[in-house]
């Protein structure tokens, strides 16, 4: 079992940059990560995920091409990246946690993901 614990959320103007990091309790190298989202009054969703070597990657298109994830498994930290931000990613932002045989799989969907961090706000001002 993993805890997670977000960090890095605040009050940014639209445009600028934040950077989130998720801290696990324990190794992290057999699991996938994930970070999910979501805004008031609505469902969370996907936001970016990455395998457990950290060589794939996956983002909905909502973010592709401003969020980068990574991760440092010597760390037990994954990094959310966030550039040239919009009022609507405005959101709750969740980090996420499934173990993983395969180290290239990414993880899409919520319900395969097992563990979940207490999520770190971040707010885009227009």
């Known amino acids: 079992q993993v805890q997670l614990v977000e960090s890095g959320g605040g009050l940014v103007q639209t445009g600028g940059s934040l950077r989130l990091s998720c801290a696990a309790s324990?190794?992290?190298?057999?699991?996938?990560m994930g970070w999910f989202r979501q805004a008031p009054g609505k469902e969370r969703e996907f936001a970016a995920a990455i395998s457990r070597d950290g060589g794939t990657t996956y983002y909905a298109d909502s973010v592709k091409g401003r969020f980068t994830i990574s991760r440092d498994n010597a760390k037990n930290t994954v990094y959310l990246q966030m550039n040239s931000l919009k009022p609507e990613d405005t959101a709750v932002y969740y980090c996420?946690?499934?173990?993983?045989?395969?180290?290239?799989?990414?993880?899409?969907?919520?319900?395969?993901?097992?563990?979940w961090g207490q999520g770190t706000q971040v707010t885009v001002s227009s």
């Open positions: 324990g190794r992290i190298y057999n699991y996938a």
């Open positions: 996420a946690a499934t173990i993983k045989r395969s180290w290239s799989v990414v993880v899409t969907t919520r319900p395969e993901y097992e563990y």
